[in-house]
Protein backbone atom coordinates (compact mmCIF):
# COMPACT_ATOMS: atom_id res chain seq x y z
CA UNK A 1 0.00 0.00 0.00
CA UNK A 2 0.88 3.56 -1.10
CA UNK A 3 0.29 6.41 1.07
CA UNK A 4 0.53 10.20 0.00
CA UNK A 5 -0.63 14.11 1.19
CA UNK A 6 -0.29 17.22 -0.49
CA UNK A 7 1.90 20.08 1.48
CA UNK A 8 0.00 20.91 4.23
CA UNK A 9 -1.43 17.42 4.84
CA UNK A 10 -5.60 18.41 4.24
CA UNK A 11 -5.63 15.72 1.25
CA UNK A 12 -4.28 12.50 2.48
CA UNK A 13 -4.73 9.25 0.32
CA UNK A 14 -4.13 5.97 -0.14
CA UNK A 15 -3.93 3.32 -3.14
CA UNK A 16 -3.86 -0.14 -2.50
CA UNK A 17 -2.89 -1.12 -5.64
CA UNK A 18 0.39 -0.75 -8.12
CA UNK A 19 1.83 2.09 -9.61
CA UNK A 20 2.22 1.81 -13.30
CA UNK A 21 5.33 2.56 -15.47
CA UNK A 22 6.40 6.04 -13.86
CA UNK A 23 7.76 9.30 -16.51
CA UNK A 24 8.87 12.96 -16.35
CA UNK A 25 5.88 14.67 -18.69
CA UNK A 26 7.53 17.55 -19.99
CA UNK A 27 4.59 18.82 -21.91
CA UNK A 28 3.47 22.65 -21.50
CA UNK A 29 0.71 21.80 -19.69
CA UNK A 30 2.24 19.35 -17.07
CA UNK A 31 5.12 22.08 -16.73
CA UNK A 32 1.90 25.15 -16.07
CA UNK A 33 -0.02 22.77 -13.31
CA UNK A 34 3.70 21.98 -11.66
CA UNK A 35 5.43 24.94 -11.85
CA UNK A 36 8.83 23.27 -12.88
CA UNK A 37 10.20 21.93 -15.84
CA UNK A 38 8.26 18.21 -15.86
CA UNK A 39 6.07 16.55 -13.85
CA UNK A 40 7.30 13.42 -12.33
CA UNK A 41 3.77 10.74 -12.45
CA UNK A 42 2.68 7.36 -12.38
CA UNK A 43 -0.85 5.76 -13.80
CA UNK A 44 -2.59 3.69 -11.09
CA UNK A 45 -5.82 2.51 -10.48
CA UNK A 46 -8.59 4.79 -9.80
CA UNK A 47 -10.69 1.90 -7.88
CA UNK A 48 -7.84 1.12 -6.02
CA UNK A 49 -7.15 5.03 -4.87
CA UNK A 50 -9.15 6.62 -1.75
CA UNK A 51 -8.85 9.81 -0.21
CA UNK A 52 -8.59 9.38 3.29
CA UNK A 53 -9.15 13.07 4.07
CA UNK A 54 -10.02 16.31 2.23
CA UNK A 55 -12.33 15.61 -0.11
CA UNK A 56 -13.50 18.95 0.87
CA UNK A 57 -10.60 20.42 0.03
CA UNK A 58 -9.37 18.77 -3.00
CA UNK A 59 -10.49 21.35 -5.91
CA UNK A 60 -10.46 20.32 -10.31
CA UNK A 61 -9.29 22.30 -13.20
CA UNK A 62 -10.76 20.94 -15.92
CA UNK A 63 -9.86 21.24 -19.67
CA UNK A 64 -12.00 21.55 -23.08
CA UNK A 65 -10.34 18.01 -24.00
CA UNK A 66 -11.49 16.52 -20.67
CA UNK A 67 -8.68 16.46 -18.44
CA UNK A 68 -9.36 16.78 -14.74
CA UNK A 69 -6.96 17.92 -12.46
CA UNK A 70 -6.76 17.47 -8.71
CA UNK A 71 -5.11 19.71 -6.05
CA UNK A 72 -5.37 20.88 -2.81
CA UNK A 73 -7.29 24.19 -2.88
CA UNK A 74 -5.38 24.89 0.51
CA UNK A 75 -2.22 24.69 -0.53
CA UNK A 76 -2.16 23.80 -4.00
CA UNK A 77 -0.32 21.16 -4.21
CA UNK A 78 -1.38 18.62 -7.25
CA UNK A 79 -2.41 15.20 -6.56
CA UNK A 80 -3.79 13.27 -9.48
CA UNK A 81 -5.29 13.97 -12.84
CA UNK A 82 -8.01 12.54 -14.84
CA UNK A 83 -8.71 12.08 -18.59
CA UNK A 84 -12.58 11.44 -19.29
CA UNK A 85 -11.54 8.84 -22.12
CA UNK A 86 -9.91 6.55 -19.18
CA UNK A 87 -12.06 7.21 -16.54
CA UNK A 88 -10.31 4.00 -14.65
CA UNK A 89 -6.31 5.45 -14.61
CA UNK A 90 -5.44 8.28 -12.54
CA UNK A 91 -2.20 10.13 -12.80
CA UNK A 92 -0.64 9.92 -9.91
CA UNK A 93 1.60 13.03 -9.02
CA UNK A 94 5.12 10.74 -7.64
CA UNK A 95 6.22 14.08 -5.31
CA UNK A 96 2.46 13.48 -3.03
CA UNK A 97 3.68 10.50 -1.68
CA UNK A 98 4.68 9.82 1.81
CA UNK A 99 5.52 5.77 1.02
CA UNK A 100 9.28 5.51 -0.42
CA UNK A 101 8.84 3.53 -3.95
CA UNK A 102 12.03 1.49 -4.96
CA UNK A 103 11.81 3.05 -8.36
CA UNK A 104 11.32 6.31 -10.01
CA UNK A 105 10.40 7.37 -13.76
CA UNK A 106 11.45 5.01 -16.33
CA UNK A 107 11.20 7.77 -19.37
CA UNK A 108 11.20 11.22 -20.51
CA UNK A 109 8.09 11.66 -22.43
CA UNK A 110 6.88 14.81 -24.00
CA UNK A 111 10.35 16.38 -24.71
CA UNK A 112 9.67 17.65 -28.03
CA UNK A 113 7.97 20.78 -25.94
CA UNK A 114 10.34 20.46 -23.23
CA UNK A 115 11.83 23.82 -20.88
CA UNK A 116 14.52 25.39 -23.34
CA UNK A 117 16.18 26.13 -20.24
CA UNK A 118 16.21 22.62 -18.73
CA UNK A 119 18.47 20.09 -20.12
CA UNK A 120 18.26 16.02 -19.15
CA UNK A 121 21.29 14.69 -17.78
CA UNK A 122 19.99 10.88 -17.45
CA UNK A 123 20.11 8.10 -19.92
CA UNK A 124 16.20 7.58 -19.83
CA UNK A 125 14.79 6.78 -23.09
CA UNK A 126 13.33 10.38 -24.54
CA UNK A 127 10.17 10.32 -26.10
CA UNK A 128 9.44 13.71 -28.64
CA UNK A 129 5.54 12.80 -27.55
CA UNK A 130 3.56 10.24 -25.39
CA UNK A 131 5.72 6.93 -25.51
CA UNK A 132 4.12 4.01 -27.01
Not at 118 to 131: V, W
Request: proline share 5%; net charge neutral; with cysteine.
Amino acid sequence: MYKGSCLCGAVQYELQGDLGAAVYCHCSRCRKASGSAFASNAPVSAALFRLVEGTDQLKAFSTPEGVHRYFCSVCGSPIYSQREQFPDVLRLRLGTLDTVISQGPQAHIYVGSKAQWYDIHDDLPQHPERAV
